[in-house]
């Protein structure tokens, strides 16, 4: 597991952190079946690959659209604010959990790309620097990773945010 530099610069230490919680996401998906990844569990149908769906998309229209950047088609629906966050019958855990991978590295491709004070525009038209998109993305990727963190626990008593050094 990676540690935010002590004495990094602004991009590298926002990026590592990012990078921190991205890796729990991916950390508490392992090891389990089809059918625990897609178990609503909780009364609004939250999920593991729920979550998982809504960090891929999020992390391509952030970064990506955000920055005149291509994307792969994302499950936004203006009539349907819960669609990003539903892992439909015909999805598979490999197929979402590929398509956060991708848009994992799409966006690392614009981080890579980008000076921390690039500006872009944001899906609602606000001006917004690659800064202020690395903090909000760590920001969301950290809440839903505390998500993840529940639900694992609460499908086999896996607790604890990164795997643990075994020496």
Request: hydrophobic share 35%; with cysteine.
């Amino acid at each position: 597991m990676r540690i935010v530099p002590y004495v990094g610069d602004e991009k590298e230490s926002l990026w590592v952190s990012l990078d921190r919680h991205r890796d729990a996401v991916l950390w508490k998906l392992g090891g389990l079946d089809e059918e625990r990844l897609r178990r609503p569990m909780t009364p609004s149908g939250t999920s593991l690959l729920g979550v998982t769906k809504h960090l891929a998309a999020v992390e391509y229209s952030w970064f990506c659209t955000t920055f005149g950047r291509e994307t792969e088609p994302l499950p936004f629906d203006e009539d349907d604010p819960e669609a990003d966050l539903r892992v439909e019958p015909g999805e598979t855990a490999e197929g979402v959990i590929a398509f956060y991978r991708r848009a994992r590295a799409a966006s690392d491709r614009v981080i890579g790309a980008l000076e921390v004070g690039s500006r872009g525009t944001s899906w609602y038209g606000e001006t917004v620097t690659l800064r202020w998109v690395l903090i909000h993305m760590i920001e969301e990727t950290a809440r839903h990773a505390g998500h993840l963190d529940i639900i694992r626990e609460l499908l086999d008593g896996a607790t604890g945010d990164h795997l643990r050094d075994p020496s």
